[in-house]
């Protein structure tokens, strides 16, 4: 074996030193923009225009105090100071659902019986113009209207058609709302909630707990240094009908960071104590369990699989285990293919992939593989694979990665039901920092293949005056500076707008973006790859994480970063 020269060695070095960098900057926006939700928790909605309200409730004469009817609402007055309604808003608990780039807080206005009366969008972390395609949509807003809270508490998310280019955002707009009221009007029956020293039963290195943004019945577990250990399922208010000889009984099931279970805990209970305590201390019952995912213990019929009694405690022990049974039910109910621990399950994933989205995972496997063998020199990789790229991935499922998305992400998480895009950009992120290739660039982005077309077409012979070129290219590096400086300060300016990748969705697109997609075409045909080369932010990043021969140079490039990380720094610490 070869050993690794120094100069090998400090360039694995440097391009260490810049992914942590990248992964920092990364850290920095998500911190700052949670900082940014917390302040952003503490808008009341008092202070929500009447005419915003009136437009579903003309009834609507004031904004009254704290809602009897809705925990974190308030009520509406009509003239003569009686309730006619309830408002109420889905932030913070229902940022867990990401669009595309990131949460959307929705007004949920109701009349008196707690019916759904309008929706109103009261501010977005979303990507603008997908937020604006919603807002356009007369029918979408309007599509839980007539709906009683009731029916959407617990539910999962009601079936409603998305609007067209925006599901991602539309969709999580509902999934918002369901999330939101998924714990109300369902109450546990027991007065003791679980805390720490119940949870150290099953995680006994335990530090922390804290509530699921999403769902009142899951608790996550947190370790020294704020580590996720595992979450635990309560078994109440589900298994609250679950009688044993006299009561129910409340439960925790805890799950490891694989989603199997790590340990069952018997809480408190209105059953006879001495039966409960028989169950409570027996291994057996417990060793049950171990090892499950909740897809397994959803399958369980306890009746007909005969879960063993615990021995003198028959009944008690059963109706726990029915409460396990149906507590795990009703979580896969609220969350139906997305996973249900710290990462999502990769069978939930999986079925949560349609079969468009196969077809385009298909062709970013192609990408790849063309990407690293022949096959890029031959008629397929030159002509075939860019306009497939072309047709199916950019005009088909408007899938480039842009500073919106990338930006969005590291603020709000990434979102689950964005397959397509989350294997792009884990793709476009781990193959330069690992091979030395920028796959994405060269092979999968819908841009980059039609100015390869253009190259390929109109056989551009021009070049670009030195001057101009010496200013384009610090052009993407200040546009990526700008992004980020948009993004912690925040600035009231729309990412989209700095990119032309939303043109590839005419039916959202803004002005900006084709503008940039226009000239950035029309350059292209003058000069070879004008865009890719003098004005791609997304492509300056994806570079810079490429592993080569001056990684271990300090460039300016690296100042660039220095200074991002800087800004980001500020925010966080000097928050405005
Ligand atoms: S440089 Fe930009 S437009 Fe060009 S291929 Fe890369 S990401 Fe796409």
């Not at 867990?96 to 206005?109: E, K, R």
């Not at 950009?425 to 841009?447: D, E, G, K, M, Q």
Request: charged share 15%; proline share 6%.
């Amino acid at each position: 074996m070869v050993a690794p020269d120094s100069a090998r060695l400090q360039r694995y070095a440097g391009h260490l030193a810049r992914l942590t960098a990248w992964a920092a900057l990364v850290w920095l926006v998500h911190a700052v923009h949670q900082q940014h939700l917390v302040r952003r928790q503490a808008v009341d909605l008092a202070a929500v225009p009447l005419e915003t309200i009136r437009r579903h409730l003309s009834e609507a004469a004031a904004i009254g105090g704290d809602s009897t009817a809705v925990a974190g609402g308030r009520d509406l007055l009509g003239p003569t100071g009686d309730r006619v309604g309830t408002i109420l808003q889905t932030s913070p608990a229902g940022d867990v659902a990401i669009g595309f780039s990131g949460p959307t807080d929705v007004l949920v206005v109701c009349d008196a019986e707690l019916v759904v009366a309008g929706m109103e969008i009261l501010s977005s972390g979303d990507t603008r113009d997908h937020v604006r395609a919603v807002e356009q949509d007369s029918l979408f807003l309007t599509s839980l209207s007539g709906t009683p809270l009731a029916e959407l508490a617990g539910g999962g998310p009601p079936k409603v058609d998305a609007v067209a280019g925006s599901t991602l955002t539309s969709m999580a707009i509902i999934d918002a709302v369901a999330v939101r009221l998924g714990g109300s009007g369902s109450g546990s029956r027991f007065e003791h909630e679980p805390g720490l020293a119940d949870l150290k039963l099953l995680f006994p290195a335990a530090v922390s707990i804290e509530p699921d943004a999403g769902d009142p019945s899951v608790i996550r577990i947190l370790g020294p240094d704020r580590l996720p250990l595992g979450w635990a399922l309560r078994t109440s208010p589900a298994a609250d009908r679950v009688i044993g000889y006299q009561g129910p009984t409340d439960a925790l099931v805890g799950f490891d960071s694989t989603n199997r279970v790590a340990g069952v805990a018997v809480l408190e209970s209105f059953d006879n104590e001495p039966y409960v305590g028989y169950v409570r201390d027996d291994r057996a019952f417990r060793r049950l369990w171990l090892g499950m995912t909740i897809e397994e213990i959803t399958g369980i019929d306890p009746a007909a699989t005969g879960v063993e009694g615990v021995s003198g405690a028959t009944m008690t022990s059963q109706a726990v285990a029915e409460g396990i049974v149906r507590a795990a039910r009703a979580r896969r109910q609220r969350r139906p293919v997305l996973g249900d621990g710290l990462l999502p399950t990769a069978r939930g994933w999986l079925a949560g992939i349609e079969p468009p989205q196969w077809g385009a995972l298909g062709l970013i496997v192609m990408g790849v593989v063309t990407a690293f063998t022949r096959l890029r020199g031959t008629w397929f990789g030159r002509i075939a694979l860019p306009v497939a790229v072309l047709a199916y991935l950019g005009f088909g499922a408007g899938a480039l990665l842009s500073q919106a998305q990338i930006w969005g992400w590291a603020k709000a998480g990434v979102p689950r039901g964005a397959a397509v895009l989350t294997v792009l950009a884990a793709v476009a992120a781990i193959l330069p920092a690992t091979t030395r290739r920028n796959v994405y660039c060269s092979h999968l982005c819908a841009h980059g293949a039609a100015q390869q077309m253009l190259v390929r077409f109109t056989r551009p012979k021009g070049r670009m005056p030195e001057r101009l070129r010496a200013w384009l290219a610090v052009l993407p590096w200040a546009m990526l500076a700008f992004a980020v400086a948009i993004v912690v300060v925040p600035l009231p300016v729309a990412l989209v707008d700095l990119e032309p990748f939303d043109a590839y969705l005419p039916l959202v697109a803004g002005i900006p973006a084709v503008v940039i997609f226009v000239v950035g075409l029309a350059a292209s045909s003058r000069y070879p790859m004008a865009y890719c080369r003098h004005g791609c932010p997304t492509g300056a990043l994806l570079d810079h994480l490429r592993l080569n021969r001056k990684s271990s140079v300090f460039g300016w490039q690296d100042g660039v970063l220095a200074c991002c990380l800087a800004i980001a720094a500020v925010a966080y610490w000097w928050p405005a």
